[in-house]
């Protein structure tokens, strides 16, 4: 099993960026594909950007809703995964929640087992 910690939320006006964070513990990283999702009031949690390590190659997958603005990496020297969000809008204000999935290419939320406790992104406008 491992453990998630995700850091960087917090509040920036509209146009702005952010530079979320998970921490892992317990395993590599590079063991999973790794994902970030969110979910805003009153709204189901949707997924946001994955990233995948797959026979020496890096595949990152992106939410329409993001492409072009959101960018996922990794540091496998500090077994970090990150989500860098430029030109913020209101609309993605929402808790941004990392998970990691043993299923290659996985996006979808029912193939990630492991999450960590989310960090809040709000964007004012």
């Known amino acids: 099993q491992v453990q998630l910690v995700e850091s960087g939320g917090g509040l920036v006006q509209a146009g702005g960026s952010l530079r979320l964070s998970c921490a892992g513990s317990g395993r590599t990283l590079s063991s999973f594909a790794m994902g970030w999702f969110r979910q805003a009031p009153g709204k189901e949690r949707e997924f946001v950007a994955a990233i995948n390590w797959i026979t020496g190659s890096t595949y990152t997958y992106y939410a329409d809703s993001v492409k072009g603005r959101f960018t996922i990496s990794r540091d496998n020297a500090k077994n970090t995964v990150y989500l860098q969000m430029n030109s913020l809008k209101p609309e993605d204000t929402a808790v941004y929640y990392c998970?990691?999935?043993?299923?290659?290419?996985?996006?979808?939320?029912?193939?990630?087992?492991?999450w960590g406790q989310g960090t809040q992104v709000t964007v004012s406008s």
């Open positions: 998970a990691a999935s043993y299923v290659l290419r996985a996006t979808n939320e029912a193939h990630f087992g492991s």
